[in-house]
């Protein structure tokens, strides 16, 4: 067994607070991505976990055993270093058998675990050359494979595809998957990329300023989102904002209001996603003005506002809109996010499925 | 347009070619000619008399055995030093700053200053009476005590020249991402197993500059060792310096000179063929 529960973690740099009272659970065998802007504590979190850095309160529990003072080898770890890290005076082959060397396995060991390994990454043919000699897509292969030769009961990943282009991490990213969930490995896995995180995770934990906004399956995060935040840097388009006048507990949607939550004053913030609307006669529906229509092919992106506020939504393709039209939308009422003016927070009735 | 200007660069590296020329190619020409000519035409007696003369093979087995002494140790020191620094956040820079002191100071004053330590009338005498370790002032310096003698001077050349060294390996582990450290870290290498399977092959080029630097400087320590033993203790540059000034016999000096030359150009070599720097091997 090798969960993970981070309890209360907080660490500050001097009065700088990088964390601050961070608690998520992660079971064993489960892919967790840790998913927030640059700066938002990301790497802060992880190396607590690796050991690498100290928190200035907290605990950190490895498979029920709390490792906070255990040095990073006695907590039965790997890690895939954001610039790989992997070191150029040794071949790939012995990069790849470090970790057991450093546990003093046997050299028939050694072998078919660097063997299994890099056969796992397709780089058996590089065993012998420097990494110099490699590409980063190359390189990162190797640092995975590091990785994995040891076994690991946990694997952290620090933005593991961030310096391979689009394309190349596209590949990768598919690969990691494939690769990760024959290991049954459990793994906390840290990128800024939200598509990264949807695409790879059993579930994503979203931060913010040294806060975890939210933790759930990418579904749920995109579809749910608990804060403005989280809703804002989840999708693509984001999440639009609207802030609606609510009057007697409802708010105007042309034919049919919606219910806004108990919990509101005057005015709510209605969160919808682009794609989550279809397209109505204009008195039937929620008016929107269009700016610009693009067609792009797989659907129609329309930019444009709803009560003078900026929204951007996605039709079929099928639909015929010209930038400059005023249409009326349907809004699922099930796909509607309802959120606080105040605390930017969403109503709970919202996350009631 | 681009063509035109070609000559531009050669143009500004110019004085600095014909300076250097001027002043050490030269020299250097005039030296060899100096050391293996007599009376205008080649001959090999200045070679002769400088290996004839009793001093030489004692000035050849002194610096060496300084060498040797002083060197590993400098070099141990500076790595010591610079592991711990590295290790520093606040009062860093405050740190490297004192350490590298004895940078600013001349040769020559730093054999005085350790003159003044060690003389029969020094520092160290006077606290070693204070102590009441010895009854009267003892002689470290003279020729009855020639061990001493060659610890005193081992240590005022360790404490004179180590700064530069370690100012290399500071700069050399600075270009070591801590990544490498770390990872090492993370898959089970201690403290130790870092050191020499990480952090010092991938300070090569660094170690390899601060032997080199600090190897041929020591094959031409003179002042320190003037000040501290004057004629007791004879090393190679010490003889060029005295067939030049007291005998006036310039071309046993230049022989000298051409020897020192050789010695530092074979271990420059024997340190590049020994810890070799392959650039396909480094961060
Ligand atoms: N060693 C450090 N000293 C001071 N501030 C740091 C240090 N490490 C990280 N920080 C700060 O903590 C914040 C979080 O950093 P980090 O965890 O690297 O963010 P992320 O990985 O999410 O981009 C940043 O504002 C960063 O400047
Ligand atoms: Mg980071």
Redesign the interface.
Same mark, same amino acid.
């Given at each position: 067994m090798a969960n993970i529960v981070i309890d209360r973690i907080r660490k500050s740099f001097g009065t700088f607070e990088a964390l601050k009272e961070v608690s998520l659970t992660i079971n064993d065998g489960e892919f967790v991505s840790l998913l927030g802007p640059s700066g938002c504590g990301k790497t802060t979190l992880l190396r607590i976990i690796?050991g690498?850095e100290t928190s200035t309160s907290g605990d950190v529990l490895i498979g029920g055993k709390s490792v906070t003072g255990l =040095?990073?080898?006695e907590r039965g770890?790997?890690?895939v &270093?954001q610039?790989y890290?992997v070191? =150029?005076?040794m071949t790939v082959y012995e990069n790849v058998a &470090?970790?057991l060397r450093?546990?003093k396995a046997e050299d028939a060991r050694v072998k078919a675990q660097v063997e299994k390994a890099a056969g796992l990454l397709h780089i058996e043919q590089y065993l012998d050359r420097?990494p110099?000699?490699l590409s980063g897509g190359q390189r990162q292969r190797v640092a995975v494979a590091?990785a994995l030769a040891?076994e690991p009961k946990v694997l952290l990943m620090d933005e593991p595809l961030s310096n391979l282009d689009a394309l190349l991490r596209l590949e990768m990213r598919t690969e990691l998957k494939t690769v990760l969930q024959s290991a049954g490995t459990t793994t906390i896995y840290v990128t800024h990329d939200q598509t990264e995180a949807m695409g790879l995770s059993d579930r994503i934990a979203v931060m913010h300023n040294g806060v975890v906004e939210q933790v759930g399956t990418p579904v749920d995060v995109y579809n749910y989102p608990a804060t403005r935040f989280v809703g804002g840097f989840i999708g693509n388009p984001p999440m639009n904002f609207i802030k609606v006048p609510v009057t007697n507990g409802q708010v105007a949607a042309g034919s049919e209001p919606l219910m806004a939550p108990k919990e509101t004053g005057d005015e709510v913030i209605l969160g919808l996603r682009g794609e989550a609307v279809q397209l109505a006669p204009l008195q039937l529906g929620l008016e929107m003005k269009v700016r610009v229509a693009e067609p792009m092919g797989s659907h129609l992106l329309l930019t444009g506002s709803i009560h003078d506020q900026p929204v951007r939504v996605i039709l079929p393709s099928s639909e015929t809109v010209r930038s400059g039209d005023v249409i009326g939308l349907k809004l699922d009422p099930n796909r509607i996010t309802w959120l606080s003016p105040e605390s930017g927070k969403s109503f709970p009735a919202a996350m009631a499925r | 347009m681009t063509n035109n200007r070609s000559w531009i660069p050669y143009l500004l590296i110019l004085p600095s070619v014909a300076f250097l020329a001027l002043l050490f190619i030269v020299p250097l020409l005039q030296t060899i000619w100096l050391a293996f000519s007599d009376n205008g035409v080649p001959s090999p007696a200045n070679a002769q008399r400088m290996m004839a003369d009793i001093n030489f093979a004692r000035s050849i087995k002194n610096t060496f055995l300084l060498t040797l002494a002083v060197v590993p140790v400098q070099l141990a020191i500076a790595l010591v030093m610079g592991t711990m620094v590295a290790k520093v956040g606040r009062g860093r820079e405050t740190i490297l700053w004192v350490w590298t002191i004895p940078l600013g100071i001349s040769d020559l004053a730093a054999g005085l200053v350790w003159l003044s330590i060690l003389q029969n009338s020094g520092y160290f005498n006077s606290l070693l009476l204070g102590l009441g370790i010895i009854e009267r002032q003892a002689s470290w310096l003279s020729y009855q005590t020639p061990v001493a003698l060659f610890f005193a001077i081992a240590v005022a050349e360790i404490w004179r020249g180590t700064a530069i060294v370690m100012v290399i390996i500071v700069a050399g582990l600075n270009q070591v991402p801590r990544e490498f450290r770390e990872a090492a870290e993370i898959f089970g290498a201690g403290a130790w197993t870092r050191f020499w399977r990480i952090t010092l092959p991938l300070i090569r080029p660094a170690l390899q500059s601060a032997l080199i630097l600090r190897t041929v400087l020591a094959f031409e320590v003179f002042a320190v060792v003037y000040a501290l033993g004057g004629r007791n203790f004879p090393v190679l540059v010490g003889e060029a310096y005295n067939w030049q000034n007291q005998n006036q016999n310039y071309g046993v000096a230049a022989a000298y000179a051409v020897l020192i030359m050789i010695i530092s150009l074979a271990a420059t070599m024997i340190y590049l063929k020994a810890i070799k720097v392959d650039p396909e091997r480094l961060p």
């Open positions: 690796a690498l =040095p990073p080898k770890l790997a890690m &270093f610039n890290a070191f =150029p005076h &470090f970790g450093m546990q420097y110099n000699k590091r040891v | -």
